[in-house]
Nanobody, 120 residues
Framework: VQLVESGGGLVQAGGSLTLSCAVSGHTFSSYGMGWFRQAPGKEREYVASITRSGHSLSVKGRFTISRDNAKNTVYLQVNDLKPEDTAVYFC??????????????????WGQGTQVTVSS
């Protein structure tokens, strides 16, 4: 299983981005999917996740996770970006797709990450 993130970049504070994560294979619809981020010098932190049935959770109202099973892709829309949102954003797949999981240890597959930099 391969996960490839895209959509990161440099954006001004107050702007928006939509990150995408394309997943290879034929079992995407059975996975729970999550987004995490890691800023320099900090631990990886949970951002949002979505179950295989579409139930979702995000830590901030500015973050919205969604999925398109026909495209094997999960998205993270981030609005009103702030400098503190600067980080590498990772997507991850959880074969226990029924659960909302904030624990990175529950995820089986990870992408390489996409850099988001927010300027003030």
């Amino acid at each position: 299983v391969q996960l490839v993130e895209s959509g990161g970049g440099l954006v001004q504070a107050g702007g928006s981005l939509t990150l995408s994560c394309a997943v290879s294979g034929h079992t995407f619809s059975s996975y729970g999917m999550g987004w995490f981020r890691q800023a320099p010098g900090k631990e990886r932190e949970y951002v949002a996740s979505i179950t295989r049935s579409g139930h979702s959770l995000s830590v901030k109202g500015r973050f919205t996770i969604s999925r398109d099973n026909a495209k094997n892709t999960v998205y993270l829309q981030v609005n009103d970006l702030k400098p503190e949102d600067t980080a590498v954003y990772f997507c991850a797949a959880d074969v226990g797709g029924w659960r909302i999981s904030q624990n990175p240890d529950n995820y089986n597959y990870w992408g390489q990450g996409t850099q988001v930099t927010v300027s003030s």
